[in-house]
């Protein structure tokens, strides 16, 4: 059987979850292999301080079927920068079947020139940087165009990964991932987004995440001005 | 300002996200720090082939104000019989303020006998096999009962972090977390618990698993036995 080969971009920075959620999900089925794919082998520290580990590098990395983009922290702003890691991505989009992020890795898909004319998604707080790189941005949780497929904030990395592995490989093995995982979610309070999480609660995060946001924006408008 | 020490043990066929999942919701507010405890420091491989990385030993760890099980296919069957990793647990919970699973992780606090009179969940296909070790099984997600906080299946691992996080540092916080994470989930398919997923799913699933779950029965019956 010939595997379903699937790779998560990695960098200094990344948020770990918006990879695991959707690595836990698509590495299940028999059918797929999943790559974590640095610039060199070896350690990455994420945004959390977790080490994760590349499996392959940009260079070594096999053509994919599946090139997924996951968000970070201020790391990410150097990945923006990056011309290595944007001509990884324009070159795995060529043979991609489908071309996806987590989070605000569509910022780095934009920034890649790969969400032109497509409609995406993004991170709450980050939607209207996505709109500032001409991006028709659809505040879902998982959008599909074509052969991109974008998830929203970190968690919706699960939502994101049952609906790409049932593009893949059908719905019954989505279903049957979804069991596995026992995923019958049960928030515990009513706050996973702006419009339900009271304006204290989101006051007190964007204050919070400001110096991320501003250096997020400044790459957003210094790519903008070239596009 | 005191730390709040978290630790969850990992261990050769851990499932990732059983640990990802929660970590990135503890990880998040500033008060606190996450540990991955190993038996020796390095990587640790994931049932899912995910190279994680033990950040401190049990013989270094420092005392924990929340000791936490994550569950995991076969290698779990290896925990419940090693008696360093049940010891680290018994030793922990004495002075710990919480002693918490996720998934089949609160098998093994059962082998260590840390749930003995307490309420506590499990993914759902072992919940037999908790029962069996003499533990009041509560089919919830969270379930938590006086200092024991457990949570259901893999994917429960966020929505017990939420619960957790609002005991060690209030529900304001936790409410920020789950907005920060955009937690809003939107399952594509109705197929997260054996009720809803349809008996197709069930029954392919529980034939895949029978080896896994064989192997963690006679591990329980084991054990059962000696209590």
């Given at each position: 059987m010939t595997q379903i080969q699937i790779g998560f971009l990695i960098y200094?920075?990344?948020?770990?979850l918006d990879v695991m959620g959707a690595h836990q999900v698509l590495a299940f089925p028999p059918q797929t292999t999943v790559h974590l794919v640095g610039k060199t082998f070896g350690p990455v520290i994420s945004n959390e301080g977790v080490i994760l580990t590349s499996t392959t590098t940009m260079a070594d990395c096999?053509?994919?079927?599946v090139i997924c983009v996951p968000g970070g922290g201020l790391g990410q702003v150097e990945v923006m920068k990056d011309s290595e890691s944007l001509d990884f991505l324009k070159q795995q989009s060529i043979t991609a079947q489908y071309v996806a992020s987590v989070c605000t890795g569509s910022l780095i898909l934009a920034v890649a020139g790969l969400l032109k004319g497509y409609k995406a998604t993004c991170h709450w707080a980050f939607r209207d940087q996505l709109a500032r790189l001409g991006v028709e941005v659809v505040p879902q949780r998982v959008v599909i165009d074509r052969n991109r497929v974008t998830g929203a904030g970190v968690t919706s990395g699960i939502d994101f990964g049952l609906t790409l592995l049932s593009l893949l490989c059908g719905e019954p093995v989505a279903r049957t991932v979804q069991l596995m995982l026992e995923y019958d979610p049960e928030p515990p309070f009513d706050a996973g987004r702006p419009e339900t999480a009271g304006s204290t609660v989101v006051n007190s995060l964007l204050q919070a995440g400001k110096p991320l946001m501003d250096a997020f924006w400044a790459q957003t408008q210094a790519t903008a001005a070239q596009l």
């Amino acid at each position: 059987m010939t595997q379903i080969q699937i790779g998560f971009l990695i960098y200094p920075g990344v948020v770990q979850l918006d990879v695991m959620g959707a690595h836990q999900v698509l590495a299940f089925p028999p059918q797929t292999t999943v790559h974590l794919v640095g610039k060199t082998f070896g350690p990455v520290i994420s945004n959390e301080g977790v080490i994760l580990t590349s499996t392959t590098t940009m260079a070594d990395c096999p053509p994919l079927d599946v090139i997924c983009v996951p968000g970070g922290g201020l790391g990410q702003v150097e990945v923006m920068k990056d011309s290595e890691s944007l001509d990884f991505l324009k070159q795995q989009s060529i043979t991609a079947q489908y071309v996806a992020s987590v989070c605000t890795g569509s910022l780095i898909l934009a920034v890649a020139g790969l969400l032109k004319g497509y409609k995406a998604t993004c991170h709450w707080a980050f939607r209207d940087q996505l709109a500032r790189l001409g991006v028709e941005v659809v505040p879902q949780r998982v959008v599909i165009d074509r052969n991109r497929v974008t998830g929203a904030g970190v968690t919706s990395g699960i939502d994101f990964g049952l609906t790409l592995l049932s593009l893949l490989c059908g719905e019954p093995v989505a279903r049957t991932v979804q069991l596995m995982l026992e995923y019958d979610p049960e928030p515990p309070f009513d706050a996973g987004r702006p419009e339900t999480a009271g304006s204290t609660v989101v006051n007190s995060l964007l204050q919070a995440g400001k110096p991320l946001m501003d250096a997020f924006w400044a790459q957003t408008q210094a790519t903008a001005a070239q596009l």
